[in-house]
């Protein structure tokens, strides 16, 4: 079982910024797997934040794009999140996921972290 650990949550100003961090507790996986971040507000459905490939190929939600950038470092078997010029609506559980290159392989999630924009 893939345990994913999560960090980098917190409250933070509109306006200001965040890092978050995801790692596999089995780092083999880690380099042929896309990662992501998804988060879900309040009464919300769960909704896809970023995502990157192994090749590093990006995606964002239209909502966060110029704002937040994903990256990993396969040398560390980490994924992370800079959230820069947060919003009061970027307030959420904020989740990490994995994906394995694997039909039938299961997808894997952190526990979530908060991200609370407030002033």
């Known amino acids: 079982q893939v345990q994913l650990v999560e960090s980098g949550g917190g409250l933070v100003q509109p306006g200001g910024s965040l890092r978050l961090s995801c790692a596999p507790s089995?780092?083999?996986?880690?380099?042929?797997?896309?990662m992501g971040w998804y988060r879900q507000a309040p009464g919300k459905q769960r909704e896809m934040v970023a995502t990157?490939?192994?090749?590093?190929?990006?995606d964002y939600a239209d909502s966060v794009k110029g704002r937040f950038t994903i990256s990993r470092d396969n040398a560390e078997n980490t994924v992370y999140l800079q959230m820069n010029s947060l919003k009061p609506e970027d307030t959420a559980v904020y989740y990490c996921?994995?994906?394995?290159?694997?039909?039938?392989?299961?997808?894997?999630w952190g526990q979530g972290t908060q991200v609370t924009v407030s002033s």
């Open positions: 996921y994995l994906g394995l290159p694997i039909v039938s392989a299961p997808d894997y």
């Open positions: 089995d780092g083999r996986i880690f380099k042929i797997s896309d």
């Open positions: 990157v490939t192994p090749n590093n190929t990006t």
